[in-house]
C-alpha cells in the first residue's frame, strides 16, 4: 500500500512538473513579443565612426597645414603623412594586407576613378622614402598630395 501511494505522489509530481516546465515556455513564447530592442551597438558604432571622421579628417588638415609651409622638408613630410593617412583609413576599413600597397591591390579597382592617382602618389612616397637624394619639384608635390586627397575623398575619409 505504501508503495502504490509513493507511486502515485510519484506520478502526480512529474505531471506537475511537466505542466510547469510547459507553462514557462508558453509564457516566455508570448512574452518575446514585448521583449526590449537594444541600438545602443548601432549607437556607439555611429559614434566611433563619427568620432574616427573627425580625426581623420583633422589629420589631414595637418598634413595639408605642413604642405603648405612650402620647405622641400615640409612637403617631404606631408607626403609620408598623407600616405600614412590613407594606410590608416584601409586598416579601418578592414581592407586585408600588410602594407599600403597589399592594400590597394585587395580594393575592387573597378569601382575606385582614383585608383591610378593612388599608386603614382604612392610610388612618389617610396621613392622620397627609398631613394638617397630623390629632387621633389614644388608642383609634383602638390601633384601627390591632390592625388592623396582625390583617393580619401573618394574613400569618402574627408
Given at each position: 500500500?505504501?508503495?502504490?501511494?509513493?507511486?502515485?505522489?510519484?506520478?502526480?509530481?512529474?505531471?506537475?512538473?511537466?505542466?510547469?516546465?510547459?507553462?514557462?515556455?508558453?509564457?516566455?513564447?508570448?512574452?518575446?513579443?514585448?521583449?526590449?530592442?537594444?541600438?545602443?551597438?548601432?549607437?556607439?558604432?555611429?559614434?566611433?565612426?563619427?568620432?574616427?571622421?573627425?580625426?581623420?579628417?583633422?589629420?589631414?588638415?595637418?598634413?595639408?597645414?605642413?604642405?603648405?609651409?612650402?620647405?622641400?622638408?615640409?612637403?617631404?613630410?606631408?607626403?609620408?603623412?598623407?600616405?600614412a593617412l590613407?594606410?590608416?583609413a584601409l586598416?579601418?576599413?578592414?581592407?586585408?594586407?600588410?602594407?599600403?600597397?597589399?592594400?590597394?591591390?585587395?580594393?575592387?579597382?573597378?569601382?575606385?576613378?582614383?585608383?591610378?592617382?593612388?599608386?603614382?602618389?604612392?610610388?612618389?612616397?617610396?621613392?622620397l622614402v627609398?631613394?638617397?637624394?630623390?629632387?621633389?619639384?614644388?608642383?609634383?608635390?602638390?601633384?601627390?598630395?591632390?592625388?592623396?586627397?582625390?583617393?580619401?575623398?573618394?574613400?569618402?575619409?574627408?
Amino acid at each position: 500500500m505504501m508503495v502504490t501511494l509513493l507511486n502515485a505522489i510519484r506520478a502526480l509530481m512529474i505531471l506537475v512538473t511537466l505542466a510547469l516546465a510547459l507553462g514557462f515556455f508558453y509564457a516566455l513564447y508570448q512574452s518575446w513579443r514585448f521583449r526590449p530592442t537594444f541600438h545602443l551597438e548601432k549607437e556607439k558604432a555611429k559614434k566611433i565612426s563619427t568620432l574616427r571622421g573627425a580625426f581623420m579628417k583633422e589629420r589631414w588638415r595637418a598634413v595639408v597645414k605642413r604642405f603648405l609651409l612650402g620647405t622641400p622638408e615640409s612637403m617631404r613630410i606631408a607626403i609620408i603623412e598623407a600616405d600614412a593617412l590613407v594606410d590608416a583609413a584601409l586598416k579601418d576599413m578592414d581592407v586585408p594586407g600588410e602594407h599600403l600597397a597589399d592594400r590597394l591591390l585587395n580594393l575592387e579597382t573597378e569601382d575606385i576613378k582614383s585608383m591610378s592617382l593612388i599608386w603614382q602618389a604612392h610610388r612618389m612616397r617610396n621613392d622620397l622614402v627609398h631613394t638617397p637624394g630623390f629632387a621633389l619639384s614644388p608642383e609634383d608635390a602638390k601633384t601627390t598630395i591632390d592625388h592623396y586627397e582625390a583617393f580619401l575623398k573618394e574613400m569618402e575619409v574627408l
